[in-house]
């Protein structure tokens, strides 16, 4: 079920528009508001989960459909030479936006380090 004030909920229902990509029974996929790399997808559950953190082992086939989805979207946006798949979780892992999501990053150069010591 949606919640109201859920952004990621009103993108999955399409009451805010995004740049969509793709939608299927399970999720959504669509452009990030602020790339942080040449190719930036992120791909929510149409229903919401607030995060990793939160799922269960109901949620696997979910899971499996948010990294298979957002791998084959990554290639057919140019991804063709890989990407970085991150999952921002809690107040530790930096999440902002608290309906799970993945994000998927790449483009023609190769990424930064992953973290900065
Ligand atoms: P996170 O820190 O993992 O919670 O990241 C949330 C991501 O959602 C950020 O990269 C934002 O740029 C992105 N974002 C927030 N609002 C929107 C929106 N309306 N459409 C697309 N991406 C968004
Ligand atoms: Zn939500």
Redesign the pocket.
């Given at each position: 079920m949606a919640v109201t004030d859920c952004?990621f909920c009103r993108?999955a229902e399409g009451t805010?528009p995004?740049g969509k990509l793709y939608e299927d029974d399970l999720v959504v996929a669509?452009?990030?508001?602020?790339p942080?790399a040449p190719v930036?997808i992120?791909v929510i559950p149409k229903a919401h989960v607030s995060s990793l953190a939160s799922v269960d082992s109901g949620h696997e086939p979910l899971l499996g459909r948010l990294l298979a989805v957002g791998a084959r979207l990554a290639k057919e946006q140019g991804c063709s030479d890989g990407f970085r798949t991150?999952?921002?979780t809690g107040r530790v892992g930096?999440?902002?936006?608290y309906h799970l999501?993945v994000?998927f990053l790449g483009g023609p150069e190769v990424l930064p380090p992953m973290l900065k010591h």
């Open positions: 952004i993108i805010i995004a669509f452009h990030d508001i602020h942080a930036h992120l991150i999952v921002n930096r999440q902002e936006v999501h994000h």
